[in-house]
């Protein structure tokens, strides 16, 4: 492509987006195969609609790991399932107050949502019940913060029951395409996680559903999921990025580039111009020292450690997110430490051991 045609694209792109109009897929086909030594133009123009938006904002999210490992599903990139040999944390569920500590500590750094995760297939009722006294343990300390739950498949009715609890938003990932979902899992269908999502949505929850690249998708893959949660609505939109355990099938897969992310990442912006995206797992390994560029395009990220696997320090985040020109979303607070970090460290501190989380 010559530069006059990227620019050409690009403007295409990102103005169809200031318009909230849906771009083609010859449009994305050809942003995915925009040169390397090409993605400032690419973020640039990502920029332009990310900023129309949502300013400089950056808001945080953290996870709790309310339940951990020991998942009766088969998805091959989860450290969590049924054969993972990864060394892990396995425990089971944790403590309402254990993990409204754990939220006190992530609202305190500047986190808005805080989102409360347990493995496994789906709730049952007592699980339902559990998560409810924790929602109203974290409101209790912090009535503003914003609550998203993650347990998996829903029943009917929970859904519901989560909201009369007090729980804002609730988060299922459609994950891949819909035609490379039976690669990657055999014990539930990409329908089924559709039908979640919408009955979150319909039970008055704001619906956050989003993906996980680098599991040998395809271009047209990465379009189709792209346009599949679209036809969902949702709220956020969190990018995920393979974190290779080893000890799950796709351990071994290290295929993205940090210039893969950020083409998909404006490829996420352009079709969800304005729509929180959100930078999520796999950021610190993948994108390395682009992240910064990552926070032209997305306007929402992850605050320390993950479910299984450790982030970079929470001040890092913070420093970085100063440093890049943006502000936290809800704090004019600013900091600049130092920054480093180990790449696929599993979780050894946290929600389930004795050591203090990462916020």
């Not at 995920?240 to 940090?258: A, C, S, V």
Request: proline residues 5%; hydrophobic residues 40%.
């Amino acid at each position: 492509m010559t530069r006059p045609d990227l620019h050409v694209l690009l403007d295409r792109l990102a103005d169809k987006a200031l318009r909230r109009e849906t771009p083609d897929r010859d449009e994305l086909l050809a942003l995915l195969d925009v040169e390397d030594t090409d993605i400032l133009d690419v973020v640039a123009a990502a920029s332009r609609v990310r900023r129309r938006y949502f300013g400089v904002r950056v808001k945080l999210n953290h996870l709790v790991n309310m339940k951990s490992g020991l998942c009766p599903e088969d998805c091959t990139y989860c450290s969590q399932r049924l054969g993972s040999s990864t060394d892990i944390l396995k425990y089971s569920w944790i403590s309402a107050d254990e993990a409204a500590a754990a939220a006190g500590k992530a609202v305190a750094a500047g986190a808005k949502r805080v989102c409360l995760v347990a493995s496994g297939r789906g709730p049952g009722e007592r699980d339902i019940a559990r998560v409810g006294t924790t929602i109203g343990a974290i409101k209790a300390a912090a009535p503003d913060v914003e609550v998203c739950v993650c347990l998996g498949l829903l029943q009917p009715g929970q859904a519901e029951q989560l909201r009369e609890a007090g729980a804002d938003a609730y988060n299922h990932n459609l994950n891949t395409s819909a035609e490379n979902y039976r690669e990657i899992c055999s014990t539930h269908t990409f329908d089924d996680r559709v039908e979640t999502v919408d009955a979150a949505t319909t039970a008055g929850l704001s619906p956050c559903s989003g993906a996980i690249f680098g599991m040998g998708e395809t271009d047209d893959d990465v379009i189709d999921i792209a346009f599949a949660l679209r036809a969902l609505d949702p709220d956020s939109v969190p990018v995920n990025f393979l974190i290779p355990f080893e000890g799950t099938p796709l351990g071994t897969r290290w295929d993205l580039t940090p210039h893969r992310c950020l083409r998909i990442l404006a490829l996420f912006r352009f079709v969800f111009p304005d729509v929180e995206v959100r930078l999520a797992g796999g950021r610190e390994i993948h994108l390395r020292t682009l992240q910064p560029l990552a926070l032209h395009i997305a306007n929402s990220m992850f605050l320390g450690d993950y479910l299984t696997s450790e982030g970079q320090p929470g001040s890092h985040d913070l420093a970085m997110i100063t440093d890049a020109g943006f502000t936290v979303e809800g704090t004019a607070e600013r900091t600049l430490p130092a920054a480093h970090h180990d790449l696929v460290a599993t979780r050894k501190r946290g929600t389930g051991t004795t050591l203090p989380t990462n916020t």
